[in-house]
Structures are given as structure tokens and as C-alpha cells.
């Protein structure tokens, strides 16, 4: 494997796992996650849906951001308006494999459908499901004022994406900021993802974390309604650099459940973990959104250090790992 493809598995691998360790204790308090884990913090995967290494709809819908962008590529419609039936069909595939009918037909046939694990409820967000359930047309963007972090945890694939295609900064925020706005409305919900997107194209292409936030933040001022997202991003870099405890630090980032605090924990996390089994503990043992907030950390983590560091046994463990590592392929490779 070539050292860029290796980073576009870090990516997806990383962030699942991290998904899949923050799963068990998404919906604990700190307080309950010290008593599972005897103070340590999550360390290991424990049971969640009743298995070890369990993804959730993190996971489930950064797959189906990688068949959208797939999709477009391979019929030749990569411009922003274009991607945005792309990316509504792929999560009304999603909105399929969660028992809920596609309220509009959809085109193109969804190769993840037949993935076990992807025809399984795992606590989807329920502004993606009520956006897609009344999605009026493939080309509506979301009506709603939500901000949750179900936007932003799906959006890595775009900057691989963007690495692929060469996208610039701009293309690359507003392709990532679309991924999200067609189900979230409020615009730190999508501009929190045209971040990200531009954080993880960076990465890939070998700049230093602060650089690539850097990149992301200059963007992200260009847009409307960016100060929530600016200013979680600068409380993070901002706490990366004290000496406070993670536990503390995170405490003043929020728990993750809305895009801005989701951010800015992982970005936190990635910024102070020394290695990859404490970026896991610190982004997923807290008692907000683990899942999403260790899925967003591992995406990024992956992206600057490929499979490096991730313990061979977490990878075996985790769910669908084989899927996992074909869509990063499949994206590596799309043309
Ligand atoms: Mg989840």
C-alpha cells in the first residue's frame, strides 16, 4: 500500500474504531464510565449491541458519504450542485437500512445494502432521520435549525475526496459543508463539516495539524454564521496549549451532542493524545457523544498517521473492518 492510501484507510479505519469504542458508553455520565472502565477510562472495546467492536451510524453514514462521492465520480457529476443528489440519495439508501422507506425513488442501486452490519439500527440521530423521512426533492438542502454533530461525523470521505480530485480549499469546505446541509440547517451543523473536510484533506497531503486548522478556519470565515464553529475550534487549540487535565479541557469544550463541541473535543483530543490508544480514551471516556466525538478524532488521526499505532487487535475486532477498508480503497482509486 502507498503511504496516501494507507492514510485513506487510516482515516476510515481509525474513525470507525473510534466509533466503536465510544459506543458502549455513548449514553453514559462520566461518573458510570469510571465504574465500567475502574477510573481508567475506555481502554478496550466493550459490548455494545450486543458485540465487541460494534460501529454505529457514524460509521454507517461516513460509508455512505463514500458511495455518494463515488457514485458522482463515476457518472462524471462532481460539481457542488450536482453532488448534492449524490449525497441525498446515498443517505435515503441509509434511511432505507434503518426501516424506514426512501420517500422519493432513488436512481442508482446502493452496494451497501447488502453489509449485515449497515441493515442495523445503531441509536441513529434523529435529525437525520426525520430530514430524510420528509426530504422533498434530491435537490433540498435541510429546512431545519439543527446543529447536531450527525452533519460533521459523516464528512471525512469528502476530504479524501478532495485529495483525489484536487479540489482546492474552497470547493473542498463547500462540498463538505453540503454533505451535512442536506440534513442540518443551522449553519454551524454544515459549516462545522466544510471544516473538517478541509482539515482532513490537509492532513492527507502531510501538513501539521495547526496548519491544517489554520487552512480550515481561514476558509470557514468566508461563510455566514461561522463564529460558533470559530470560536470552539480556538478554545480548543486554545486548551490544547494549557496544562490543564483532558478531563478538565473537555468539561469546557461541552459533550459533543451539537457540531461545534464535537469538533472542537476531537480536534482537542488529536492535538494533545500521544498515541493513538490515548486518543481513544481521552475522545471517547466523557459523558456526552462518545461515539461521534471519537469517530471524528480517529478520522483525523488516521488521516496524519495511517494505520500506525492502531493496535492490530482493535482492527480485527471491529465490525465490518473489511467494508470499511474497500470504500477508503474504492475512493483512494476513483479516477
Ligand atoms: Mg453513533
Given at each position: 500500500m502507498t503511504a496516501i492510501a494507507e492514510r485513506f484507510s487510516g482515516c476510515l479505519l481509525a474513525g470507525a474504531i473510534g466509533d466503536a469504542m465510544g459506543a458502549p458508553v455513548e449514553f453514559m455520565s462520566s461518573v458510570e464510565i469510571d465504574s465500567l472502565t475502574h477510573g481508567e477510562g475506555?481502554?478496550?472495546?466493550y459490548q455494545a449491541y450486543g458485540k465487541l467492536g460494534a460501529i454505529t451510524d457514524d460509521t454507517q453514514m461516513t460509508l455512505f458519504t463514500c458511495e455518494a462521492l463515488l457514485q458522482a465520480s463515476s457518472d462524471g457529476d462532481c460539481s457542488s450542485e450536482q453532488v448534492i443528489s449524490y449525497?441525498?440519495?446515498?443517505?435515503?439508501?441509509?434511511?432505507?437500512?434503518?426501516?424506514?422507506?426512501?420517500?422519493?425513488?432513488?436512481?442508482?442501486?446502493?452496494?451497501?445494502?447488502?453489509?449485515?452490519?449497515?441493515?442495523?439500527?445503531?441509536?441513529?440521530?434523529?435529525?437525520?432521520i426525520t430530514a430524510l423521512r420528509n426530504k422533498p426533492s434530491l435537490q433540498a438542502l435541510a429546512e431545519n435549525e439543527s446543529k447536531g454533530c450527525g452533519g460533521v461525523m459523516r464528512a471525512a470521505p469528502v476530504g479524501l475526496f478532495a485529495v483525489r480530485k484536487a479540489l482546492s480549499d474552497e470547493v473542498t469546505f463547500r462540498l463538505g459543508s453540503l454533505c451535512a446541509h442536506v440534513t442540518h440547517g443551522h449553519p454551524t451543523g454544515y459549516l462545522s463539516a466544510g471544516l473538517f473536510a478541509v482539515v482532513i484533506r490537509c492532513l492527507i497531503q502531510?501538513?501539521?495539524?495547526?496548519?491544517?486548522?489554520?487552512?480550515?478556519l481561514r476558509e470557514l470565515q468566508r461563510h455566514n454564521g461561522h463564529e460558533e464553529t470559530l470560536l470552539s475550534v480556538q478554545r480548543a487549540l486554545m486548551l490544547s496549549a494549557t496544562g490543564l487535565s483532558h478531563r478538565q479541557a473537555i468539561q469546557m469544550l461541552g459533550e459533543g451532542w451539537v457540531a461545534e463541541e464535537a469538533l472542537a473535543i476531537a480536534l482537542y483530543c488529536v492535538l494533545v493524545a500521544?498515541?493513538?490508544?490515548?486518543?481513544?480514551?481521552?475522545?471517547?471516556?466523557?459523558?456526552g457523544d462518545s461515539d461521534?466525538?471519537?469517530s471524528i478524532a480517529g478520522n483525523l488521526w488516521g488521516a496524519m498517521h495511517g494505520l500506525n499505532g492502531i493496535p492490530q487487535p482493535w482492527l480485527a475486532q471491529l465490525e465490518a473492518h473489511q467494508c470499511i477498508n474497500q470504500m477508503a480503497l474504492a475512493l483512494h482509486d476513483c479516477a
Open positions: 475506555v481502554n478496550q472495546f449525497f441525498n440519495q446515498a443517505y435515503l439508501h441509509w434511511l432505507n437500512t434503518q426501516q424506514e422507506a426512501s420517500p422519493l425513488p432513488l436512481t442508482y442501486t446502493s452496494h451497501l445494502l447488502n453489509v449485515p452490519s449497515l441493515n442495523a439500527r445503531r441509536a441513529p440521530g434523529i435529525t437525520c502531510g501538513m501539521t495539524l495547526r496548519a491544517a486548522i489554520d487552512v480550515g500521544k498515541d493513538f490508544s490515548q486518543l481513544i480514551n481521552y475522545s471517547v471516556s466523557h459523558g461521534s466525538t471519537g
